[in-house]
């Protein structure tokens, strides 16, 4: 038993190490630079809900230099050129940001959050017809993103991009 429990601690221990270095991680502190992104999205939006732009934007300016760190260790990541889309594009890049969203929906086409963003970034550029191409491929998910871009589409919920 003692045997068992020994090899289960070292199997763990091996594993823990292993994911800390696939993902990038800080190694003080055991955060990736894709969580700590993740985070400040999270506050970025709360400040502009609050209006406060200035703290949002220094929270995208962050999470988008991170994210680039994460994508140039870890590249091709579907979650992490979404968030390079969205922090981009909510810098005033909207060329940029496509291009990530584009990126992404090249390794996952059918990825919830870069089709709702690109859809979102349509409707800003006044491309309507490329955002009902995003929603379309939304329609069968079942899911949030496609209400809320139904909505931005249909005007009946603003978009802050």
Do not use: W
């Amino acid at each position: 038993m003692k045997k068992l429990i020994y090899t289960l601690l070292i199997i763990t221990a091996f594993t823990n190490n292993s994911f800390s270095a696939s993902t990038g991680s800080d190694s003080s502190t055991g955060t990736s630079d894709y969580t700590k992104a993740y985070n400040l999205i999270k506050a970025a939006k709360k400040y502009e809900k609050k209006g406060k732009t200035e703290k949002a934007q220094k929270r995208y300016t962050k999470a988008q230099k991170l994210l680039l760190k994460s994508n140039e260790k870890k590249p091709l990541q579907a979650n992490t050129l979404n968030y390079l889309g969205f922090t981009t594009r909510k810098l005033g890049d909207y060329k940029k940001g496509e291009d990530f969203y584009l990126q992404g929906l090249q390794i996952e086409p059918d990825h919830k959050g870069i089709n709702e963003y690109l859809g979102e970034l349509y409707v800003v550029t006044n491309r309507i017809d490329l955002a009902k191409e995003r929603l379309e491929i939304l329609k069968s998910c079942n899911c949030e993103e496609y209400k809320q871009l139904k909505e931005i589409i249909n005007g009946t919920r603003k978009s802050k991009y």
